[in-house]
């Protein structure tokens, strides 16, 4: 089966910087679009940034201009660096991608979320 293992979260400073990583395991055949969600306390999961498998990124509008979000293909990973980290920022961050992988007899496409890494944006 596919996981999306991400990593890179933790305690950052007001202003700070942090960089998310996600990759799946298992057997993988290609990625489609990829993206990162975050759910704050009492909040709704909302989309923070996609990118497709050409490159094409879509921001919210809360973090433009301070976060960016990259892909390599070559390694299946998606990236997160956010800049300029604010306490409204603090948030569970999840990882989301639309993963084609073999079941062993067959090719399967299935979209797949990771577990989940907090950012917590303090001082």
């Known amino acids: 089966q596919v996981q999306l293992v991400e990593s890179g979260g933790g305690l950052v400073q007001p202003g700070g910087s942090l960089r998310l990583s996600c990759a799946p395991s298992?057997?993988?055949?290609?990625?489609?679009?990829m993206g990162w969600y975050r759910q704050a306390p009492g909040k709704q999961r909302e989309v923070v940034a996609t990118?497709?498998?050409?490159?094409?990124?879509n921001y919210a509008d809360s973090v433009k201009g301070r976060f960016t979000i990259s892909r390599d293909n070559a390694k299946n990973t998606v990236y997160l660096q956010m800049n300029s980290l604010k306490s409204e920022d603090t948030a569970v961050y999840y990882c989301?991608?639309?993963?084609?992988?073999?079941?062993?007899?067959?090719?399967?496409?299935?979209?797949?979320w990771g577990q989940g890494t907090q950012v917590t944006v303090s001082s």
């Open positions: 298992g057997r993988i055949s290609s990625i489609n679009a």
């Open positions: 990118i497709t498998s050409g490159g094409s990124t």
């Open positions: 989301n991608a639309d993963v084609r992988y073999s079941t062993g007899m067959q090719y399967s496409l299935k979209n797949f």
